[in-house]
């Protein structure tokens, strides 16, 4: 299957991409979340958490995905019969391979306790293939953003304030709704403030709208319940157990998702990094446009490792920017 799905409107087939990815954007956007040492109880050690960027640092952030994905098309026999003739038949299946990375470096703390960030989408690459191991071409959004540079702030109670977005090579729609939803994103993650002991559970709820273009927001509803398992040293390893919803409101475009998924978190106590994160995710999704109906379910492994940079990179400094609000320079590591 060397040819690309053949679907309705300019928009369509950009969400049979979005549909592949769908699971690992999720595992971002509910965790950049949170393992070594002698192991020891640790059940009277109180654990404190921290979900937020921290002043004066540089991090690395390497999220991958593997996805196993089931694609129908129904409601338009011409269309279908068009795939047919290409050698596509419905349901379709296939697994889509993704990674991406992301460095932030944040400056120092000014007197109104806050301080700048710069977030640079470094790397992506992903692929997709059939049952038989073909390579087929379904467009991706993550390799869109490779160089795209996000500038701005972080106030004093932690709330994302951006104040440039650069680079990378999306279509003007896209870019437009990166802002609002980098910023909505930052807002609702957070941790609890009291100390936590093994056995305690504390759960996240993230509602937030997803802004499309032209259309009214997606709204999107997840909940995580993190329990504290064991401490090792300075790790604290969480089991995780996530749900989401989403569901467009009714203008005409109908995209609606649900899922589910389970995993383990490891949080370094020392360093204040969720350093890994390893989920395994179900969804199932519809879009549909007219008469014309995409569903899909997918079974999605996905892995995020989070590391401090070493010191001695080349250190980005605001000060130079023209485009830049803070003046204060970011650190090298």
């Keep these: 299957m060397s040819a690309a799905l053949r679907v309705p409107g300019p928009r369509l087939s950009a969400n049979v991409g979005a549909t592949a990815n769908m699971n690992g954007k999720f595992a971002l956007v509910v965790t950049i979340c949170l393992f070594l040492a002698a192991c020891r109880d640790g059940a ?7 979900f937020s960027d921290l002043p004066d640092r540089s991090v690395r952030v390497v999220n991958s995905s593997n996805t196993e994905i089931e694609l129908d098309l129904a409601g338009e026999d011409e269309l279908i019969e068009q795939n047919r003739q290409r050698g596509i038949s419905f349901p379709v299946r296939f697994s889509n391979y993704k990674t991406q990375t992301i460095s932030t470096r944040t400056g120092s703390v ?3 306790g806050s301080f700048p960030f710069e977030r640079t989408f470094e790397h992506a690459a992903s692929y997709s293939e059939d049952e038989n191991g073909n390579r087929i071409r379904i467009p991706d959004s993550g390799d869109q953003m490779v160089g795209l540079v996000v500038k701005g702030v972080i106030d004093g109670s932690g709330k994302m304030l951006i104040e440039s977005v650069r680079g990378g090579s999306l279509d003007a729609e896209t870019e437009a709704i990166i802002r609002p939803f980098m910023e909505s994103l930052a807002a609702i993650e957070t941790a609890p403030k009291t100390p936590l002991r093994v056995g305690d559970t504390f759960s996240t709820e ?28 300075d790790k604290a390893i969480f089991d995780i157990d996530m749900t989401f919803d989403m569901a467009s409101p009714p203008d005409g475009v109908r995209l609606n998702a649900n899922g589910a998924g389970s995993g383990t978190m490891q949080y370094n106590l020392k360093t204040q990094l969720r350093e890994t994160l390893d989920m395994e995710m179900v969804m199932e999704m519809e879009f549909q446009t007219g008469e014309v109906l995409l569903s899909s379910k997918m ?12 010191p001695g990179a080349e250190t980005p400094d605001r000060a130079s920017d023209p485009g830049g609000g803070s003046r204060r320079p970011m650190p090298a590591g």
Excluded: W
């Excluded at 009277?44 to 921290?50: A, C, D, I, R, S």
């Design 206 to 233: 993230m509602p937030f709208d997803m802004p499309i273009p032209g259309r009214e927001p997606i709204r999107v509803q997840s909940t995580s319940d993190y329990t504290l398992v064991r401490v090792e040293g």
């Design 44 to 50: 009277g050690e109180p654990v404190y958490l921290n």
């Design 110 to 112: 000014a007197e109104d």
């Design 299 to 310: 079974r999605s492994n996905t892995s995020m490792k989070q590391y401090r940079i070493q």
